[in-house]
């Protein structure tokens, strides 16, 4: 078993940056690749990004090319979404997830929100 805690949510201004960050607990995030996904209130959960287990593929959602980077670092156990440029569009609950094949989740976060004032 997975356990997942994400942390580093919070408010902040339209063009400001936050980093999230995503604890691993139980096992080593080593075999899993990892993805952040994000709700907004009334919306469905939708994917960010993802990252393969060494780091080296990473994939994004077109809404956050460009202005949001994931990474991880298998040493902590930590993934992590540099989030710059902030929009008010951007304001959910972000989520993190790990799973054992590629854009295939099975264990999840508590979650963390986001909020961006305009």
């Known amino acids: 078993q997975v356990q997942l805690t994400e942390s580093g949510g919070g408010l902040v201004q339209a063009g400001g940056s936050l980093r999230l960050s995503c604890a691993a607990s139980?096992?080593?995030?080593?075999?899993?690749?990892m993805g952040w996904f994000r709700q907004a209130r009334g919306k469905e959960r939708e994917f960010v990004a993802a990252i393969s287990q060494s780091g080296i593929s990473t994939y994004y959602a077109d809404s956050v090319k460009g202005r949001f980077t994931i990474s991880r670092d298998n040493a902590k156990n930590t993934m992590y979404l540099q989030m710059i440029s902030l929009k008010p569009e951007d304001t959910a609950v972000y989520y993190c997830?790990?799973?054992?094949?590629?854009?295939?989740?099975?264990?999840w976060g508590q979650g963390t929100q986001v909020t961006v004032s305009s």
């Open positions: 139980g096992r080593s995030l080593r075999s899993y690749g």
């Open positions: 997830a790990a799973g054992e094949k590629w854009m295939n989740y099975d264990y």
